[in-house]
């Protein structure tokens, strides 16, 4: 009987690139393309690329991906949702009560007028603050719903 036995580990060391890095595996000549080949981007022709923007409901081909499930329309349902939220729940941005810059700029979608935000805001609950009792000072400012307690507005 013979026994086939695998060749010694020098003799395939001896095969392999010896230039190896630590965590990468010894690839053997063989495999190893020489030469890399570039395209000149003056003559590249951009007429693929130029194409129309690829949709998320597409694949490759182009088709249009079949949606499954039960609350396939879910994500327009949400966004119409969450729009409507903003619109009825306005907010005064924090940065107004801490009479620092918005660090969100043009991109907030807070009020950031003192003025707008007291006359869209509903009417305070009760006469008085309990924090601003226990405490001396409220975090929540004008945005808070016994404001006139401690507010001078």
Known sequence: MDVV???????????TVKKTRMGYAPIKKEYLIEGKTTIDPSSADDSDVVGRPKKANENESGKKIKRRGVNRER????????????ERHTRLCASMVTNKPCKYGDKCTSLHSIDKYLAIKPADLGPSCYIFQQRGQCPFSYACRFAKSHTND
């Open 5 to 15: 036995t695998e060749p010694p580990v020098d003799e395939i060391v001896g095969e």
């Open 75 to 86: 994500g327009k349902k949400m966004a119409k949702a969450r729009a409507e939220v903003r």
